[in-house]
């Protein structure tokens, strides 16, 4: 996981700065009761990548929950 | 809408080799490979009909519409041109991990391409209230949405937030802890 967080945002920033305000990740939305193996917070918090966990997965365990998905979506805007 | 299904479906099935192995294909994706053969080769149009007959909510547009395959080299040196020489589904898992990606124009040679996205998707970007990274394998899915020109220097000016819910960590070896 952490692995591929941080790939994404070397493929997309490259080799530029991206001082101030800008980012090229802000929020990774995670189920909170799911093992997704181990996060590095501490790499997560350098990178201003915040963790928000809450429920994404109900009957299939190996699925997201469109629903769920999409209000937690949402309650970004 | 059953029809038209049929349709793709059937264009499909004319164009593809009787020794073509279907199992394991996406119906989905056969459905959009007829409407791309039946359209000129374009996948814009059938996009944008499907989205429509299936009461997509919002927009759906192609990052980019262009013939063109994904080229990988390898942490041991390696150079592996086409998506299904990659994914390790239709040949062996790659003997070492991924360095770098690139589009490449054709399958026989190492020919690093790229094309810009149009201006509706750069205006879509700018316009956007949360920009949420598409879900799907890595490599070929995500990744591959970002390889074309145009919009990384947008997302590296733009103040919107950005958010993904990944699915690589959903396997059936990992466990719910509720």
């Not at chain 2, 149009?45 to 262009?66: C, Q, Y």
Request: charge should be negative.
């Amino acid at each position: 996981m952490m692995e591929r967080v941080v790939r994404l945002m070397s493929t997309i920033s490259g080799d530029k700065e991206t001082a101030g305000p800008y980012s090229v990740l802000d929020y990774l939305l995670l189920d909170d009761a799911y093992d997704y193996g181990e996060l590095d917070d501490a790499l997560l918090a350098r990178l201003n990548v915040t963790v928000i966990k809450t429920p994404l997965i109900t009957e299939k365990p190996h699925k997201y929950d469109e629903h769920l998905v999409a209000r937690a979506l949402l309650s970004f805007v | 809408m059953k029809s038209l299904i049929q349709t793709q479906l059937g264009v499909t099935q004319a164009r593809i080799h009787e020794d073509f192995d279907l199992r394991g294909a996406s119906i989905g994706n056969l459905i959009m490979a007829g409407g791309y053969l039946n359209n000129q080769q374009q996948l814009d149009p059938i996009v944008f009909l499907f989205s429509r007959l299936v009461k997509a909510l919002g927009e759906v547009k192609t990052t980019l519409d262009a013939s063109l395959h994904l080229g990988v080299e390898l942490e041991n040196g390696d150079i592996v041109l086409g998506q299904h020489r990659i994914t390790g589904k239709e040949t062996d898992i790659l003997p070492s991990p991924i360095k770098r990606m690139w589009l490449n124009k054709g399958l026989r040679n190492r020919m690093p391409t790229n094309c810009a996205i149009a201006d509706d998707r750069k205006d879509a970007i700018e316009t956007a209230d949360l920009i949420c990274y598409p879900p799907g394998s890595f490599y070929s899915s995500l990744l591959a949405n970002l390889m074309p020109e145009g919009w990384e220097r947008r997302f590296l000016q733009t103040l919107i937030p950005k958010c993904i819910c990944p699915i690589w960590g959903l396997t059936q070896n990992n466990k719910v802890y509720r």
